[in-house]
């Protein structure tokens, strides 16, 4: 008889497969989130109902505990369970303010506070003098406006927006839009842009 399915063979190669693979290490991080609570391993012990020993053994990755062992201890650390299986995370990225690309244009001084590193953001700082207007243009996503100093005029169709400083404006980026400085100062916005994926 021969079942259906996956043969013999296949079920041997995935088993081997999984053998094969590493074990997750969750160790670390339950010891790194048990000190970051402050709590000892009795601490543990006692409001997971697991054993000190067997912890121990959790921690320096003597022992695999189980998916309902590590929800245990994801409720006792108050922690995401997932937590325990982030091995490694990359460094943040820094763009420090001397390292912004700039753009220096007849509408004023634009500086890529992100560095164009973003992934589907895109942060931006622009200055401006008074007077001085970008004229009616649209992209894709939405975009976010802080006023950082100075004061604006936004428009965008019938709408038109005064913002000063700590003013916040969102609208749709896809639809034609007009920034103008206005009042005797230079101003300050950041902008970001949110690319929506279609």
């Not at 043969?7 to 041997?12: P, R």
């Not at 190669?13 to 048990?34: D, H, N």
């Not at 500086?111 to 992209?139: F, K, M, Q």
Request: hydrophobic share 40%; aromatic share 4%.
């Amino acid at each position: 008889m021969f079942s259906k399915g996956k043969n013999v063979s296949e079920s041997v190669i995935s088993e081997e497969r999984l053998e094969g693979r590493r074990k997750p290490a969750v160790g670390a991080q339950v010891r790194r989130w048990r000190a970051e609570r402050g709590l000892t391993l009795a601490g543990v012990a006692e409001r997971t109902g697991l054993n000190i020993g067997y912890l121990s053994q959790i921690e320096n990755d003597k022992a695999q505990p189980s998916l309902t062992c590590l929800a245990s201890l994801a409720d006792a650390l108050e922690v995401p369970i997932a937590w325990f299986l982030i091995e490694e995370t990359a460094p943040p990225t820094v763009v420090r303010l001397a390292d912004r690309p700039v753009e220096v244009m007849a509408l004023g001084r634009m500086e890529r506070v992100d560095g164009g590193l973003g992934r589907g953001i895109s942060i931006l700082e622009t200055v401006a003098e008074p007077g001085v207007r970008t004229g009616a243009h649209a992209h894709g996503g939405d975009e976010h406006h802080i006023v950082l100093s100075g004061r604006f005029r936004l428009t965008q169709g019938d709408h038109v927006v005064e913002a000063g400083p700590g003013d916040y404006v969102r609208w749709d980026g896809t639809i034609p839009h007009d920034a103008e400085v206005i009042g005797d100062e230079p101003g300050s916005m950041l902008i970001v842009s949110i690319r929506r994926e279609r």
